[in-house]
């Protein structure tokens, strides 16, 4: 009989952590009834399931806010999972592992049942190296620190970042990949950057900057940046970004940039 499990690639305590899967269909999102509950407000309340029909496993999107991805393509109805493929759900990136040969393995005590008590888990929350899902409706909470957040204000959307120091290759990586996907994928056309908590970044991040303000501006779009921090604005005056870019003070500015 084959196995399904998700392993998780984003960077962090659960990198490398294997979630069996054993019950179908299994649910993921951040509703009570999923099995699977990312603590990110990137995931929906059901953003998707997975499902196991004559030996083979399929996903589909349960109409997510920011969708679901195989193998970096978004996913339009039902998809078959093959072993090797990614998943990403909101900020959380998976490899899928499919094989006949992986033994059943003791579980750990599971994390709670819904309606058995509070706690998400013996350890706080932490998985195993293995988590099997028990039967019936349980919760496995994943929390994320994202490097970036974002929230609409009228008709337009506030980023803010929670990283200080923006150097990191895979940070930088993501922080371009959601940046892109509020315009491409969530269709946002009013885009302000609040750098307040930004005290260094690298030309890596900065060239993410460009490539963001260049999507914006190929679909009509506005992108204003706000409370860039005196240690960074030496690295906007080298790129001479003020030519090519709107920067204003503070959030309020911005907003009144965007009308």
């Given at each position: 009989?084959?196995?399904?499990?998700?392993?998780?690639?984003?960077?962090?305590?659960?990198?490398?952590?294997?979630?069996?899967?054993?019950?179908?269909?299994?649910?993921?999102?951040?509703?009570?009834?999923?099995?699977?509950?990312?603590?990110?407000?990137?995931?929906?309340?059901?953003?998707?399931?997975?499902?196991?029909?004559?030996?083979?496993?399929?996903?589909?999107?349960?109409?997510?806010?920011?969708?679901?991805?195989i193998n970096e393509?978004?996913?339009?109805?039902?998809r078959k999972l093959?072993?090797?493929?990614?998943?990403?759900?909101?900020?959380?990136?998976?490899?899928?592992?499919?094989?006949?040969?992986?033994?059943?393995?003791?579980?750990?005590?599971?994390?709670?049942?819904?309606?058995?008590?509070?706690?998400?888990?013996?350890?706080?929350?932490?998985?195993?190296?293995?988590?099997?899902?028990?039967?019936?409706?349980?919760?496995?909470?994943?929390?994320?620190?994202?490097?970036?957040?974002?929230?609409?204000?009228?008709?337009?959307?506030?980023?803010?970042?929670?990283?200080?120091?923006?150097?990191?290759?895979?940070?930088?990586?993501?922080?371009?990949?959601?940046?892109?996907?509020?315009?491409?994928?969530?269709?946002?056309?009013?885009?302000?950057?609040?750098?307040?908590?930004?005290?260094?970044?690298?030309?890596?991040?900065?060239?993410?900057?460009?490539?963001?303000?260049?999507?914006?501006?190929?679909?009509?779009?506005?992108?204003?940046?706000?409370?860039?921090?005196?240690?960074?604005?030496?690295?906007?005056?080298?790129?001479?970004?003020?030519?090519?870019?709107?920067?204003?003070?503070?959030?309020?500015?911005?907003?009144?940039?965007?009308?």
């Open positions: 009989m084959l196995k399904l499990r998700l392993v998780v690639l984003t960077r962090g305590k659960w990198e490398g952590k294997k979630i069996s899967i054993g019950r179908f269909p299994f649910l993921v999102g951040r509703d009570a009834v999923c099995h699977l509950r990312p603590a990110s407000t990137l995931v929906s309340n059901q953003h998707c399931a997975i499902s196991s029909r004559d030996g083979c496993f399929f996903i589909r999107d349960l109409g997510s806010t920011n969708g679901t991805f393509e978004p996913l339009r109805g039902q093959q072993h090797g493929d990614t998943l990403r759900i909101g900020p959380l990136d998976f490899d899928i592992e499919i094989d006949s040969s992986i033994e059943r393995e003791t579980p750990i005590p599971p994390t709670r049942v819904i309606g058995q008590g509070s706690g998400a888990g013996p350890n706080g929350g932490a998985l195993g190296e293995t988590d099997e899902v028990p039967q019936g409706r349980t919760e496995m909470d994943i929390h994320v620190q994202h490097p970036i957040e974002w929230e609409e204000v009228g008709d337009a959307v506030a980023v803010h970042f929670n990283e200080r120091t923006i150097v990191d290759v895979d940070t930088i990586r993501v922080i371009g990949r959601q940046l892109l996907g509020l315009v491409e994928e969530c269709n946002q056309r009013k885009v302000i950057l609040n750098l307040h908590n930004v005290r260094a970044m690298s030309t890596a991040m900065i060239e993410k900057l460009i490539a963001l303000s260049q999507k914006v501006q190929a679909v009509g779009g506005q992108l204003v940046l706000c409370n860039v921090q005196p240690a960074v604005q030496p690295m906007f005056q080298q790129f001479r970004l003020a030519r090519s870019l709107i920067i204003v003070s503070d959030e309020p500015e911005a907003l009144q940039a965007l009308r």
